[in-house]
């Protein structure tokens, strides 16, 4: 599946579409390596804070992250998704990332501390 956006900025779409996309802050308490996942993954657990709590996700960061190195770090992503099936876990939430020179995923996070649950805006 390509990550890659159609035409040089995307489908236009509407303020009310972009509102449909829940992506929240949360920060990484758990990170292992899931070797199960059909592409070299690491399996996170990320707490939400509140109402959403904590959510398990597979992010394919291994070229650029050890699971040791991620956790305390506060992470994006969209929180209102359907649970998808990846390998034997079932993958709650989609981590945010954009990709570095070599296509590789680098995931995108607060340039400061800020409380778990917040909306992006």
Known sequence: MSHEKAGPAGELISINDFLKVDVR???????????EA??????????FGGAIGRKKS???I?????????????VL??????????GP???????????DA???VMLISPDRAVPDGGALY
């Open 77 to 86: 992503a969209v929180v209102n998704f359907p649970p998808r099936q990846i």
């Open 62 to 74: 291994t070229a650029n992250y050890q699971p040791e190195e991620l956790v305390g770090r506060q």
């Open 89 to 99: 876990m079932m993958s709650e939430v989609l981590t945010l990332g954009v990709p």
């Open 102 to 104: 070599n296509g590789e």
């Open 38 to 47: 059909r592409k070299p993954a690491i399996r996170l657990l990320i707490d």
């Open 58 to 60: 597979s992010a394919q």
């Open 25 to 35: 802050v949360g920060t990484i308490i758990e990170a292992a390596p899931f070797p």
